[in-house]
């Protein structure tokens, strides 16, 4: 990857994990820990590789995404006003009455959300339905899905992952946000997922395995899925749950809880003094 592009793209994901912060404090609810790990690859697909216009979000022939893991939401909010698809103020109104900025993505209220999202495994199941309605019309635009590693214990899943393999959509790509950590445990503790790279390769995925938080991979993993035929392919990204906040990262603790006016601080503060050093 380019370097100048490297150091934008590092500097908008940090601009994201503070919106994160900055509405997940205002809303005090919310799930902070998941949306910093997969907020790189939002940044990357938002602010690089996706097909988007903030002025026509609606636009028929836009690549689209659907957030399966719902409640990650600050995450692609943040990203979203970043992009200019709405005022960043507005991210200090998430959760609240009247607010466009839901608990989890509804794509009646905010502009630039493709699907409503919350309830786990449902939205990779919508994500094929789009991929295979952009097959049967001839149409060029992408799908893409990102999907927590808990999310994935969800039968609903493995149903949609056989559908798309059946259905050849090698316009869907998957992301799989393997941070280790869930509601309450480690993923391998509570119902283990693993080997997931060979559980969708079994399902006859094409199957790409990358860190989370380096731009170089990233943006490789997604080149490298542009290139296959004939089948879905699925990221698979070890990520760090928390990730750009020492005291949140790998802590199942913030997996929904939101930073108090102390932690919003020291959060901030963190975030902030990584800022100015990209900015130099």
Known sequence: MDAL????????????????????????????????????????????????????????????????????????????AERGFFPAEELKTLRKIGSRLQGHPSMGKLPGIDMSTGSLGQGVSTACGMALSGKISNETYKVYTVLGDGEIEEGQVWEAAMFAAQYKLDNLVAVVDNNGLQIDGRIEDVMSSYPIDEKFKAFGWHVICIDGHDFDQIEKAFNEAETVLNKPTVIIQKSVKGKGVSFMENQVGWHGKAPNDEEYAVAMKELGDHLAELEK
Do not use: C
């Not at 809303?27 to 910093?36: E, I, N, Q, V």
């Open 5 to 80: 592009l490297k150091k934008q793209l590092e500097i908008a994901a940090t601009k994201v994990r503070m919106g994160v912060i900055e509405g997940v404090h205002a809303a005090k609810a919310g799930h902070p820990g998941g949306s910093l790990s997969v907020a790189d690859t939002l940044t990357y697909l938002y602010m690089h590789r996706m097909n988007v216009d903030p002025k026509n979000p609606d636009m028929p022939d836009r690549d689209r995404l659907v957030l399966s893991k719902g409640h990650t939401a600050p995450a692609l909010y943040a990203v979203l």
